[in-house]
Structures are given as structure tokens and as C-alpha cells.
């Protein structure tokens, strides 16, 4: 038996009493709360796993799911390649380089209930800027749920197509020039300078910035409800805001959090595939690398 | 003294070094010499106490100190990176280990001088490492190792970076820097060379195993097996089936016998070498000597030869080789009799 | 197959602290032939990266021309120019197989697969992949990466000429033999021009029929191993190749042979200088020996290196390196004697030519 060191449960206790804390306490109420009936006395009854039925053969709820994941799939068909699109064309060096990277911060420095009002009056039809020079199209978000939605995911674009552009940048900045000279000595095409060096060495970056874009969009709440105020809930997170049931409420959350869990376990597994080929042999790669 | 006892390590099922049993005096310089991957960066990071040993334990004069990080033993380490403060100046860098330990300014001013006038920097003192060539940012990582007077100093290919003339430069200082250091100093490299110039003990590594330790003359000129014997020779040692050799009488027992580089000669010794006409296959010329590649009995020899030689390739040349200078191994690969070089 | 001609290169990469121009290169006309090897050999900094970059087009030069078979080169982009060049640290496809990394060169020109198929068969046998050949580039070990990178240099068949930028710093001692021999094989059958870059005099001196030494900028001497060996044109040179380098002894001219102290060494003719430069004896430690009769000297330092020894010794107050054979003797009382065919006289570093035809 090789002897294990108790010492080290010690030390990671810390971690996991805030753990215990910030998550799994609250976590663990909600799940009480979605196994019980609450009545309006304050009355707790058990009912088992009844709340999460009624969740799952709610029609709004595989509506709003449904429009949920079409959101967060379109965000990141469009922000994903829009923001690698960007990355690859911000300079390299120069006084363009800190000029571009503060301009793209710029969005991120926004609070999301600011971005959610600012684009509420920009889209509007008679004192907004898009709305008006929309409005002979056709244009009304307030009216038409298609325009509500084009103006959510324009809305989110513009606020974080720039972090993917960040992240891109970072993983492009670090790879080796001699990485680009072997492969203009190679012949390679523009196209093959992307698809066999940018792309690999952005491959990890990019992982997070999906990752980080996913569950953000997913989980989207301010924005439409700044944006729609009052108006017919659209995604999990809003239709959440409108269920009145406690009971109802907190399945609805676990099914949503189990929901976020998944997909991200699925996307990072994919994502990370290819990582777990045999890389040992990579353990001198650094011989030499300092010169 | 340094000591390990069958020491081991194991990372996730592959053996990294396997049943290292050594000894290192403090006072000599001893060398870990081997190809890379030969085990000789994990050998140096078990010893400094980076990583735990499988099994087996590290003794530091005789106490114990398996399981102790390195944080809490009095080890320094020069590693092939040149690894510097990079916003300090020389002169803070070499002071650093001596700041840490509380040492009064006076003290730190000359031990900073002392250490800068061995490594010839001096005039460097106030510069910055990124305003440094590779061998003087290297030389203040090395000076940053003495003055901490650590008992234990670890090299780790400190040279391999360095331009060829800089390491040849470097190379002659080092066994003059060591010389009066009271501390076991581990120098590892892939260069047979390299051990031979720092002429202290050496410990001949391959695949994560000790193939032979000893005084690094008796180890080059005696070597206990044929594996010793290749990770001693650069050019690479030449060999042949003892059943193939000019004169198979002589070797009566052997399977394998080498030679190395220089002791194929264009013309005889003694009054009974052995002779072996070869055909050139090519022909390397380095400044003074002349690398002659030969088939030998289709056997690939490397001759290093005195002088400029032109031989066309596919001529027949013939060649000495003198019995004593001839190693003799058996099918195990293990040395048959040790045999004596006239110095 | 290509024979490239550099005319006037000048590089600047930026102004100094002081405002003037920093040269990488200060100025270099150099000519490689059809089919020759060659190293660029010189110490980090010295300027041989960059005209390597510049042959192929990675830089270009402030001044100066390229010419490739007579053509005018210096505004044509690399990939125009036809030019193979292996990296000092291993450049692979990540995301491809050993196999896909070699054909890939050979793809992006449109070559036939039949073609490619051969080619690339034949270089994973050269570089010794082939039990690897399938196998993603991204696990394998820095050094068989860099083979990887060495066959995409050798891939293409019709390439004007093979830039090589240090391409065995991460290779075993043991595998830079075997590699270095296969290279030059390679050329020597193929008769491809080649350009190596290295540090190393033992790789430059062995790849080589013709060694560039380069220094600060400059082109110092350009000759066979032979060359600089024997008649180093530079005190750099002599200090550069050898190992150890050549000793630089202060000197005085007397006629036909240089004074050292009160001691005389001949020359074969009385040279004749302009002005008065700085004047220099250089020496070999292999044309050093260790006699009992000769200029006393002490010894500081024996390193036996194995083939032979090494022997530091002070003579009138400098160091003097001599290299003695394995089986010669010192003796007791030793005095340094000079051969005389290793003598060379250096004006301000400058070797001066006492061969009778010295420029008036």
C-alpha cells in the first residue's frame, strides 16, 4: 500500500467549506424547495417528484428552451467566427495594437442592465436611432417578437463579440513566427496558414471562449428583460421570472442548472478530445526553447 | 555527502529511473552523463527535492530527507534556461539567495564581489540580464548558485544553450569555480567531452538506469560494459563481432569487441596490430582532423585521423588497430577483461 | 538547382540608443554555386540568421540584391522563390500525421500522389519515421518533431537550394552523426545546393565544402575546412575554429622573423607593412609543442579529454595552449617551440600574407 498523506485533506479544507457555501447550500435548498408543495400558510407538504413533471409537460417550457438554445446557437455561429474574423485582422505590433485592444474592451465595461436599456432606446421606433432608420422595413421590436429577437441577438453581438476577439487574439499572438515563415516556405495557402496553424494553436482559447459564451447566453436574463420588459417571456430565465409556483419555480431551476451542466460537459468533452493523445514524449520540448 | 538507495520513479506506469543506488562527495565534481532522456533531469529533480521518489530514499550526510521539499533544503540550481530576475540588476540577482536569508550588506558586498570577480563580471554588475549575452546571463545564474553555499548545487545542462566557442570558453572555467566549494555539485550533460574537461566522478546514465559510476578516467578508458562505453565516445565507438575480427585468435571469449574514433590509425604502433582494409564511404574534415567513415567488414566505422586526408569515397584503405587498445565484451555486453591504456 | 548570388547586402534593423543604425549585416557579397554546401558560421548576433532569411525572403535586405540563377530575386515573396529552409526549433502541423506534415509541402504545389507517394516514402525512410508515420505530430518527442521538420525540407525534389538554420540544436549528440552523414550524402547525390547555419564549427567544417565565417556583420573569411584551418584570414577566425582557437601573442617584425621577448621566430620572407598596426604572432596549439629546449614556459593546467590533452601554460607572462597526443610525454623542464608552417603574422587582426605576393 503506497502510504497517502491525511495532511492533505487539511488543506484543502478551506476550498471546500466555501464551496459548501457558496454553492452546494443554496443548491441543496432549492432542491428541498422543488420536492414540496408550499402552501400559501407556509405550510410545507412533500409531493415528491410532481413539480418537475408538471415542468416537463409544460408547453412553455420546451418553447422557451427551445428558443433558448436556437439563441445561444446562433450567438456563437455569429460571434465565434465574427470575433476569430476580427482577431485575425487586428495588428501585431504598433501603436495600433493598445488603440485596438482598449476599443474592444470598451463593450465589456458595460453593465448588462445598461447594455439591455441602451439598446431598448436605440432600437426604439420613434426616438431610437436603429429603430427609426428600421422603421420604413418593417421594424418593431416592441410589436413583433421576430424583431424582438433580432434586436437581442444584435444586442449581444455588440456586447460580447469582443471577448471572443480577445481570446482569439491572445492564442494567435503566442504562436511563433517561424510557425508562419515554414509555411510560406511550404507553399501554403492563406487558407491552410488558418486551418493548420492559426486554428490548432486558437484551439484552447477558443474552447473557453465558447464555453464562456455559451453559458452566458444561455443563462441570458437582464438583457431581455430590460429590452422586453413586460412583455411575453421568451427564454428559461424569464419564463422562471414570471412562474409564481415555489415549487414550480425551484424544478424549473434544477432542470435548468442539469440543463447547463450537460451541455457544457458535452461541449468540453468534445472540444477537448484530441488532447489526450499521447503527449508524454513532450516533456524535453522544452530543450533548447530559451534562446 | 549525497546518497541514494535504490531509489525509483515511477509516473503514471512509466518508469522514469529505476533502482539508483549512488554515492557524491562533496568536493568532487560529479557528472551525470547520458543521452537524452537517459533519466538525468528526473535524477536531478528527485535530488533537489522537486519530486518524491517511488521508492527508495535520498540521504543528505547520512539524515534522511526523502520526503523534504526543496524549499526546506539548502539547494541551488542552475538550470540550462538562463533563469534570471530579469527587473533586477547583476548584482542583485547574485545577491538575492543571501537577501532571503537576512545576511548583514556588508557581508552580501563581498560575497557578490567575490562570486562576480570567479565569474568575471564585474564590470557587468549593475546591467540588467536582458542587456547580457546567453554566457554571461548563464554566468550570473551560476554565481547565484555559489554564493548561496548551498550543500547541494545541481547543473542541469547549464552549457547545452550556449554558442560552441562560449561553452568552450565556460567549460574551462567551471572545475576552477567548484574547486574550492565545500558542497556536492551534480553536473549533468549529454557530452562525453564535457566530463572528460571537469575530470571528477562520473555517473553514466541510460534509460533511467546507472550503467557504471566511478573516477571519470577509469570510466572512460575501463568502461565495465558496452553501454558505458557508447555514452563515453563521441564520435561514436566503432564495433565489430569478435568472430569478424582480423585476428579472432586474440579475443578468444569475446562476442563484441570496440574501439574508439582515434585509435583507428593510418599507420601502425606496434609490430602486430591488427589490420583491417576497409572501404571509405566518406570523409568529414574538421579542421585538423579528418573524420574517415569506413565499411568495415559492413560494419560503419569512424575513423578521426590527424591531418587533412582526401580519400575519394570507395577507395580501399587499409588501417591499424592496436590490441590493447581494443575493448573486449561478452554477449551480455559486460567488459571481459579490464584492460590498461598507457596514459 | 540554383546558383544564388548576394550583391551589396546591407541590413539595418532599427537605430541604436545612439541614433545610428544598427547593421545586422554591414556588407556582404557572397556567391553560392550550383550544387556546393555551405555553412554560415559565427557566433549569436553575428548576422547569419539574417542572411539566411534574406536568401529565402523572410527579410529583406535595406540595400543590396539577391539574384537566384541570374534573376533578380529581392522584391519576390519566399514563396516564390523556391527555396526549402528548416528551423532551428521543430516547426510541425499539429494537427496532422507525420505522413500528412511531409506531403504537405508537395500538396500545396499540386504535385501528382503517385509522386508525392514516392517522395515522401523515401524521405520517412531517411529520416527513420516510418514506424511512426501515422501517428499525429503533436505527440511526438522534440527530437523526432524536428526530423519531421527536416524532411519537409527535403521533401521537394526541384527546390533551388535547402536553408538549414541550426536545425540539430535539439538533437542527441549521438543522432547529430548519423543526420549530419545523411545530409551531405543527401547533397552529394542529389548535387543540391545547401546553406547551413551554425555555431558549431564541427558541424559547419564536417557539412561544408565552404565555410562562411561570419563576425559582427561581416563576412571575415570565406574557404574550405582546409583554409581555416591553416591560414586563417582573421584573429577571429583563428579563435573561432579550433578548439581550442589559435593563441594571439603581441609581437614585434625584425627583418624576416618576429621577436617575442628576446626570443626570434623565422618567417619565410621579411613582410612589409604600411603604418604601424597593431602586430600579432598567431599560433595553433596543434603546431605548439612541448620541448626541452625552445622559450621556458610554466604549466597551469593538463585537461585530458580522452584523444588527447589539452596543456594551459604561461610563456613570457601569456597564456599559450598546447595539444599533445595521447601517448607524448611532457618533459621535466619544459619550453615551448613554435613550427614554423604555423606561424602566421596578423596586422590590426588581419593575417598578412607572406606568401611574396603582398600588394605593394
Known amino acids: ?291 | 555527502m549525497l546518497e541514494l538507495r535504490d531509489v525509483s520513479r515511477r509516473v503514471s506506469g512509466v518508469d522514469h529511473l529505476s533502482g539508483i543506488s549512488i554515492r557524491l562527495e562533496r568536493g568532487a565534481l560529479n557528472v551525470l552523463l547520458g543521452p537524452t532522456r537517459a533519466g538525468k533531469t528526473s535524477l536531478i529533480r528527485l535530488m533537489a527535492g522537486l519530486d518524491r521518489p517511488s521508492a527508495g530514499s535520498v540521504l543528505f550526510d547520512g539524515q534522511d530527507v526523502t520526503g523534504r521539499p526543496v524549499s526546506k533544503r539548502n539547494v541551488a540550481m542552475v538550470y540550462q534556461q538562463f533563469v534570471n530576475y530579469p527587473g533586477w540588476t547583476v548584482r542583485e540577482n547574485i545577491a538575492s539567495p543571501l537577501k532571503v536569508r537576512g545576511t548583514a550588506p556588508a557581508e552580501i558586498e563581498r560575497e557578490v564581489k567575490r562570486a562576480a570577480d570567479l565569474l568575471r563580471l564585474r564590470e557587468l554588475l549593475d546591467r540588467r540580464p536582458a542587456e547580457l549575452s546567453g554566457g554571461q546571463q548563464q554566468r550570473v545564474a551560476i554565481a547565484r548558485a555559489l554564493v548561496k553555499k548551498a550543500g547541494l548545487i545541481l547543473l542541469d545542462e547549464p552549457l547545452a544553450n550556449l554558442d560552441y566557442k562560449l561553452r568552450e570558453d565556460l567549460r574551462a572555467e567551471l572545475p576552477r569555480l567548484f574547486a574550492d566549494s565545500a558542497a556536492v555539485v551534480v553536473y549533468a550533460t549529454t557530452e562525453p567531452a564535457e566530463a572528460l574537461l571537469l575530470d571528477g566522478v562520473t555517473v553514466a546514465m541510460h534509460e533511467g538506469k546507472v550503467v557504471q559510476a566511478g573516477p571519470t578516467q577509469s570510466l572512460y578508458r575501463e568502461p565495465q560494459d558496452l553501454a558505458t562505453a557508447r555514452i563515453f565516445s563521441d564520435p561514436p565507438i566503432n564495433t565489430i563481432p569478435a568472430a569478424a575480427a582480423a585476428n579472432p585468435a586474440r579475443f578468444a571469449g569475446a562476442t563484441t569487441l570496440a574501439v574508439r574514433a582515434h585509435h583507428i590509425r593510418l599507420q601502425p604502433r606496434s609490430a602486430s596490430p591488427d589490420v583491417y582494409v576497409t572501404q571509405v564511404e566518406s570523409i568529414e574534415i574538421n579542421g585538423s582532423e579528418s573524420f574517415v567513415r569506413l565499411d568495415v567488414r559492413g560494419q560503419h566505422w569512424v575513423m578521426l585521423a590527424r591531418g587533412i586526408h582526401a580519400f575519394a569515397p570507395g577507395t580501399s584503405l587499409t588501417v591499424y588497430v592496436e590490441p590493447e587498445d581494443v575493448m573486449q565484451f561478452d554477449a551480455a555486453g559486460q567488459a571481459i577483461r579490464p584492460r590498461r591504456e598507457a596514459a | ?360
Open chain 3, 1 to 360: 538547382m540554383a546558383r544564388i548570388d548576394l550583391a551589396n547586402i546591407r541590413h539595418v534593423y532599427g537605430p541604436g540608443a545612439d541614433g545610428e543604425p544598427q547593421y545586422a549585416l554591414r556588407h556582404v557579397n557572397q556567391a553560392f554555386e550550383t550544387g556546393g554546401s555551405y555553412a554560415l558560421l559565427g557566433p549569436s548576433g553575428c548576422g547569419k540568421t539574417t542572411l539566411l532569411n534574406i536568401i529565402s525572403g523572410l527579410v529583406r535586405p535595406t540595400e543590396g540584391r539577391v539574384r537566384i540563377n541570374g534573376d533578380d530575386v529581392t522584391d519576390r515573396p519566399t514563396e516564390k522563390r523556391n527555396i526549402a529552409q528548416v528551423f532551428q526549433f521543430p516547426v510541425i502541423y499539429d494537427t496532422m500525421t507525420v505522413r500528412q506534415n511531409l506531403e504537405f509541402p508537395l500538396r500545396n504545389r499540386g504535385v501528382a500522389v503517385s509522386e508525392i507517394k514516392r517522395r515522401v516514402d523515401q524521405v520517412i525512410e531517411m529520416i527513420g519515421l516510418g514506424a511512426l508515420a501515422g501517428r499525429r505530430a503533436r505527440g511526438l518527442s522534440a527530437d523526432e518533431k524536428q526530423k519531421v521538420s527536416l524532411g519537409r525540407g527535403l521533401v521537394r525534389e526541384d527546390v533551388n537550394a535547402i536553408l538549414f538554420d541550426e536545425p540539430l540544436t535539439v538533437i542527441d549528440p549521438e543522432v547529430k552523426w548519423t543526420l549530419r552523414t545523411q545530409l551531405r550524402e543527401l547533397q552529394r547525390r542529389s548535387g543540391m545546393t545547401m546553406i547551413y547555419v551554425t555555431h558549431d564549427q564541427t558541424e559547419a567544417l564536417t557539412f561544408a565544402s565552404g565555410v562562411v565565417v561570419m563576425h559582427e556583420g561581416q563576412v571575415l573569411q570565406v574557404g574550405s575546412p582546409k583554409d581555416l584551418f591553416e591560414k586563417p584570414a582573421h584573429t577571429f577566425v583563428g579563435y573561432f575554429i579550433g578548439s581550442p582557437g589559435m593563441n594571439v601573442l603581441p609581437t614585434r617584425v625584425d627583418g624576416a622573423s618576429l621577436r617575442l621577448g628576446e626570443y626570434m621566430a623565422p618567417l619565410s620572407s621579411a613582410p612589409r607593412l604600411r603604418g604601424s598596426p597593431k602586430l600579432e604572432l598567431g599560433i595553433r596549439p596543434e603546431f605548439v609543442r612541448l620541448a626541452a629546449e625552445g622559450i621556458p614556459a610554466t604549466i597551469e593546467r593538463i585537461d585530458d579529454i580522452g584523444r588527447h590533452r589539452i596543456v594551459r601554460t604561461r610563456m613570457l607572462g601569456h597564456a599559450v595552449t598546447a595539444i599533445l597526443q595521447e601517448h607524448e610525454q611532457i618533459p621535466a623542464d619544459p619550453h615551448i617551440f613554435f613550427e614554423p608552417e604555423g606561424v602566421h603574422l596578423y596586422a590590426d587582426s588581419w593575417r598578412v600574407d607572406l606568401s611574396g605576393k603582398q600588394t605593394p
Open chain 1, 1 to 291: 500500500m503506497k502510504p497517502v498523506n491525511q495532511k492533505a485533506w487539511l488543506l484543502v479544507a478551506p476550498v471546500l467549506l466555501l464551496v459548501a457555501i457558496s454553492a452546494i447550500i443554496p443548491l441543496m435548498t432549492v432542491v428541498n424547495y422543488s420536492v414540496q408543495y408550499v402552501g400559501s400558510t407556509g405550510r410545507f407538504s412533500w409531493v415528491g417528484d410532481e413539480w418537475y413533471r408538471e415542468v416537463l409537460h409544460d408547453e412553455k417550457f420546451w418553447n422557451a428552451l427551445w428558443r433558448n438554445l436556437v439563441f445561444s446557437g446562433l450567438i456563437l455561429a455569429i460571434q465565434i467566427p465574427l470575433g476569430v474574423l476580427i482577431a485575425l485582422n487586428m495588428p501585431r505590433k504598433g501603436w495600433g495594437v493598445p488603440a485596438c485592444l482598449v476599443l474592444m474592451a470598451l463593450p465589456l465595461l458595460i453593465p448588462w442592465y445598461v447594455v439591455g436599456m441602451i439598446w431598448q432606446m436605440f432600437g426604439r421606433v420613434d426616438i431610437g436611432l436603429m429603430g427609426v432608420m428600421l422603421r420604413d422595413f418593417g421594424y418593431n421590436y416592441e410589436g413583433d417578437p421576430m424583431d424582438a429577437w433580432f434586436t437581442l441577438i444584435l444586442m449581444d453581438v455588440w456586447h460580447w463579440t469582443s471577448l471572443v476577439a480577445l481570446l482569439a487574439y491572445a492564442g494567435l499572438v503566442s504562436i511563433p513566427d517561424a510557425y508562419y515563415q515554414a509555411a510560406r516556405i511550404d507553399g501554403a495557402s492563406k487558407w491552410s496558414v488558418f486551418r493548420y496553424i492559426q486554428l490548432p494553436r486558437m484551439a484552447r482559447v477558443l474552447t473557453i471562449a465558447i464555453l464562456l459564451r455559451f453559458m452566458d447566453s444561455f443563462m441570458i436574463f437582464t438583457e431581455p428583460f430590460a429590452v422586453i420588459a413586460g412583455g411575453d417571456p421568451v427564454f428559461l430565465s424569464t419564463e422562471l421570472k414570471q412562474t409564481v409556483e415555489l415549487g414550480k419555480k425551484a424544478a424549473m431551476s434544477i432542470i435548468y442548472f442539469l440543463i447547463i451542466l450537460a451541455l457544457c460537459w458535452v461541449f468540453y468533452a468534445v472540444m477537448t478530445r484530441n488532447d489526450g493523445e499521447p503527449g508524454a514524449a513532450d516533456q524535453k520540448q522544452t530543450k533548447g526553447g530559451g534562446a
